[in-house]
């Protein structure tokens, strides 16, 4: 097996499969995007990995929803079934690092503060 520290968006919302008392298992469909060279033009290629990983509860099922950009270090190996190769991943450890929706957000607060004038200040009191 080989060890990965990689980003990912999740192709689809996170699944929680309790095995017993103790806990279950959190399943990803996550894919990382690789740019090539086709011709004259860069492609971006995607890669799917199907990742799952051990938790006592589902409490972080909330955050892993579509979309959401997630960093996994883990163990990748390719699984082999009915003539097709898949890739899996057990997830050691994962962190969060945000969703296509916050970064709409930020992006659009940002650009909306940068335009704020205070009231209580002239214009002709402003040093440019």
Do not use: C
Request: proline share 2%; hydrophobic share 35%.
């Amino acid at each position: 097996m080989i060890t990965v520290n990689e980003i990912f968006r999740l192709g689809r919302d996170a699944e929680y499969k309790a095995v017993n008392e103790k806990g279950g298992f959190i399943k990803l469909w996550v894919v990382a995007s690789d740019k090539q060279k086709q011709g004259d033009n860069w492609e971006d290629v995607p890669t799917w990995v199907s990742a799952s990983m051990w938790r006592s509860n589902d409490k972080i099922l909330q955050y892993l929803q579509k979309g959401t950009q997630v960093f996994l270090t883990g163990k990748l190996w390719l699984r082999e079934h009915e003539g097709k190769s898949y890739l899996q991943m057990e997830v050691r450890d994962l962190k969060l690092i945000g969703s296509k929706q916050e970064q709409v957000q930020t992006t659009q607060q940002q650009a909306q503060t940068k335009h704020v004038v205070s009231s209580d200040v002239e214009l002709e009191d402003l040093p440019f």
